[in-house]
């Protein structure tokens, strides 16, 4: 029974895992061969993991590519976690003077963990507006607003992240600790 409860645990997990890879990827359709790669699994554990998710409806498959991309279901989820955060309704009327006063986007973000993502925006009324997309993951050293987050973590919370591994977001992201550093001190 124990073996049998960690399998499910395990098979809950890998499907998880690909959820979320989904919503980090820089291109929203993926191959099997992508998702295989990326996970370090194999492509009939992909297979079986994409069918099941298909199945509730979390991911569709695009005939013509043979690729896969986020599904209804997945929307639902993120609606239904949006729906629920408080601090958006806190912050709408600040947005919205922000906006108003700055003729600029204003935006909000939550930090999750060693990323943010943007959970809403006011755009100004104009034809050209800078946009985001909500709910894509940032990691807490590249932007202004991932710096932000960075800079008032506690001292301990900066080291342990600036020793990680920091990935390229744009040709002029910051990737070691010690640039990132000095970009958040100004130092």
Same mark, same amino acid.
């Given at each position: 029974m124990v073996e049998s409860t960690s399998q499910t645990i395990a098979t809950v997990e890998r499907a998880a895992d690909v959820l979320l890879l989904f919503a980090k990827a820089n291109h929203p359709?993926?191959?099997?061969?992508?998702?295989?790669?990326?996970?370090?699994?194999?492509?009939?554990?992909?297979?079986?993991?994409?069918?099941?998710? %298909?199945?509730?409806?979390?991911?569709?498959?695009?005939?013509?590519?043979?690729? +896969?991309?986020?599904?209804?279901?997945?929307?639902?989820?993120?609606?239904? +976690?949006?729906? %629920?955060?408080?601090?958006r309704q806190i912050a709408a009327p600040e947005l919205q003077q922000l906006s108003l006063a700055s003729s600029e986007t204003a935006t909000l973000s939550i930090r999750t963990g060693d990323e943010r993502i943007y959970v809403d925006q006011i755009r100004p009324e104009r034809e050209i507006?800078?946009?985001?997309?909500?709910?894509?993951? +940032?990691?807490l050293h590249a932007g202004g607003s991932s710096k932000a987050f960075l800079a008032f973590l506690t001292p301990d919370e900066q080291a342990k992240y600036l020793a990680t591994q920091m990935g390229q977001v744009t040709d002029k992201t910051i990737t070691d600790g010690f640039g990132a550093w000095n970009d958040i001190t100004g130092s």
């Open positions: 359709h993926l191959g099997v061969t992508d998702i295989a790669e990326e996970l370090s699994l194999s492509k009939a554990a992909v297979h079986r993991i994409l069918a099941s998710l %298909r199945s509730r409806g979390f991911i569709d498959l695009i005939e013509e590519s043979r690729r +896969y991309q986020l599904g209804s279901a997945a929307l639902s989820l993120g609606i239904s +976690y949006l729906s %629920r955060i408080d601090v507006v800078m946009s985001v997309p909500i709910g894509v993951p +940032y990691p």
